[in-house]
Every structure is written in C-alpha cells, then in structure tokens.
C-alpha cells in the first residue's frame, strides 16, 4: 500500500525539431485579467443525442485504478485478485466491459501513448524488480522490459509515439534513464542527472536542475538533446513546468506579489510564448503546492485546478475551481466551481475527464457535473 501511494505522490508532483536551447521570444505577450474570466457555451459536439453515464459497480471486487482512456467513449480499469490483475475495457453509456489483458503481477500504473494505438503496463511483483510491458489496442504485447528497481518513472514522447523515457530507481534513490523505443525493440541508456524529465521536442528533453544540497523554492528549467548529447538552459527561477505536444507551461513567481505564480505558455517549436495568467500560490513546507492540470491537444486548452486565496496548504480550508484557458484565445473560463483539487485525465476529445486519486470519478463538461464512475 505504501508503495502505491508512492506512485501517487509521484503523480502529483508531475502535475508537470527547432533548437530548444534558444531562449523564448516573451514579446508582446497578452496579459490576462481577472475581467476575462467567464463561463463559457458548450462544445457544439454536446448538441446531439444526450449520452447518459452507465456507472460500473464493482462492489465484491478489489478495484485498482482506471488505467486511462481507450479512446473517447472507453476507459481501461484495472482490478486486483490473488497478486494478479486484469485490465478491462468499460464502454461508459452502454456498460459494456471486455476483458483487455491479464497480468502476471499487480498493475501499479498504466498510461497511453499521445494517440492512446499503445499503453504502457507497468508492473511488480518483488520489491526490487519491475517490468513494463507495452501492447496495441487489441492487447497484444509489443514490448517488454524488466529492471532490477524500486520505483519507476516515464514519460511518453507526444512526437514519437513508439518511445517512452524512463528513470529506474533503487532503495537509496540512485538512478539510471534509459530510451525504449517500442517500434525498433531497443532500449538505449542515457546519463541525464535529473530524474523527472519530460519532452520538449521530439528529440529533446527538458528537467528542473534541483540543487540536492538546499531545500530551494525554485531551480533552472533546462533542455537535454538526446541526439547531440548537449545541454542548455531555458529559464531561471521556475517552480514547477509541463510539457505537452506543442505546449511547455512553467510557473514562477510574480516580482513584488507575495506567493502569486505567474504562468506562462509556450510554443516550443517556434520558441514563442503565447499567453500568460497569475494564479494565488499555496505553500507546501519546503516547496510550492501546484494544483492538477491536464491540456487538451485539439481544443487547444490548458484546464487547471486554481485556488481561491493563497496561503499555507496545511491550513488551507477553501475548494478550488476548475479554470481554462484557451491557447487560441487567450481567454480564461470557469468550469467547476468549489471542488477538490485531484488528478484529472481528459478524453482524447476532450469533453470528458476522469478525476480522481483512481480516476474514479467523471467530470462531465456537458452537465458541468462530476459524477461517480465507479461504485465500490
């Protein structure tokens, strides 16, 4: 148990072909006002037949998680028996479910590839081993890799959607990066010296150089060329970044406002910002507490759990709103209202979310709703 709680954590945490060793154009950059927020019409999508949410009930099972989203209307989920798991596809409004793939070892984390064709399985069954298995939308396996490792991170390349970074772990949280690329049946060992990298480009990576020897609010964001092994920096003084395909997001603090972020998008390959936001900051003992995000790649919105007031975490007693903001636009809108921040996970479309520390819950953005997915 507490070695899941493990990946959630580190889940949190994460909610996070040009040379990206250029720094960022930050010129005429529009500026957002709290004026501009609104809630906005629906999707012209949400006009026709009115969809009703089959909830799956697995009262008597030993529900895992939901893995991710087989595609717009299907979610993968993952329940537990005996030290085995296995992944079902859910149809959600007719309640069909199938059975996608069964596992030898517990499932502890399962994600998607950038057009969800590949899903990457990892699983444990030692304390000291671990294997990631990749297979197709039918189940069939792809690819497999076993380490000898404590914990796991990775991250798909939104560009290439056959390879997946990977950090390796051990007891003492040393570590080592590897490249497995699905497709050519390879994995290739890489020496970057920060674990939790993410993609800037399809060949170049992109980490906070922490320092190890001080508790610092905020590091240098910096990008790694897998190709020319070369390294350069990209900002200073960031709190916490993520990356998307075409979208690299950072947050820093705001000159002479006390714990306001500002948060500033980009797009990588022309090496431009487009937009920028502030958003109440809250503080987490020795670090900055940055609420969930997900970005929608063909609606082109960034959604984001904001607080209402800054403050310390601990003490902290108000919800959060759901707000996004629109990369075409500019415009900042609310959706949710007075609700928990927790991990949310959109559908390829966009129009619906999982939410939840098990994604087991739905956020429906036609009801302006969240609604139990799972009943257990």
């Not at 040009?18 to 012209?44: E, R």
């Not at 209307?73 to 085995?84: A, F, P, R, S």
């Not at 075409?328 to 129009?351: A, R």
């Amino acid at each position: 148990m507490v070695r899941k709680w493990i990946y959630v954590f580190m889940f949190l945490f994460l909610l996070t072909g040009c040379n990206s060793h250029q720094p960022f154009d930050i010129s005429d950059v529009p500026k957002s006002s709290n004026k501009n927020v609104s809630k906005g019409p629906l999707p012209s999508e949400f006009l026709g037949e009115n969809q009703q949410l089959q909830p799956l009930d697995l009262q008597g099972e030993e529900f895992n998680i939901v893995g991710d989203w087989y595609d717009d209307e299907n979610i993968l989920y993952v329940t537990d028996k005996n030290g085995t798991s296995s992944i079902y596809k859910y149809h959600l409004f007719t309640g069909e479910k199938e059975l996608f793939l069964k596992t030898t070892a517990p499932v502890l984390t399962m994600k998607a590839n950038e057009d969800h064709s590949l899903f990457l399985i990892h699983t444990s069954d030692s304390q000291n081993q671990v294997k990631l298995t990749a297979v197709d939308k039918s189940g069939n396996v792809q690819y497999e890799w076993k380490v000898n490792s404590f914990d796991l991170f990775y991250s798909w390349n939104p560009y290439n959607i056959h390879q997946v970074f990977v950090t390796s772990f051990l007891e003492d949280w040393s570590f080592q990066t590897h490249l497995l690329d699905i497709k050519a049946q390879q994995t290739t060992k890489y020496e970057v010296f920060q674990p939790f990298i993410q993609w800037i480009d399809s060949n170049t990576i992109s980490y906070l150089k922490w320092d190890q020897n001080s508790l610092d609010f905020f590091a240098p964001l910096y990008s790694y060329h897998l190709n020319t092994k070369t390294e350069g920096l990209l900002f200073e003084n960031i709190i916490s970044f993520a990356t998307y395909k075409d979208l690299l997001v950072t947050y820093e603090l705001v000159q002479g406002e006390d714990s306001v972020a500002k948060i500033s998008f980009f797009n990588p390959e022309k090496n431009k910002q487009l937009h920028e936001y502030k958003m109440p900051l809250l503080s987490d003992y020795s670090k900055w507490y940055i609420p969930s995000s997900d970005y929608i790649v063909g609606q082109k919105k960034f959604y984001s759990f904001k607080p209402y007031s800054k403050g310390a975490f601990d003490t902290y007693g108000e919800k959060f709103e759901l707000v996004s903001y629109d990369m075409s636009t500019g415009k900042e809108e609310v959706i949710l209202e007075k609700v928990d921040d927790q991990p949310i996970n959109f559908s390829p479309n966009g129009f619906l979310g999982l939410y939840g520390f098990q994604f087991e819950k739905l956020i429906d953005l036609k009801t302006k709703k969240v609604e139990d997915l799972i009943l257990y």
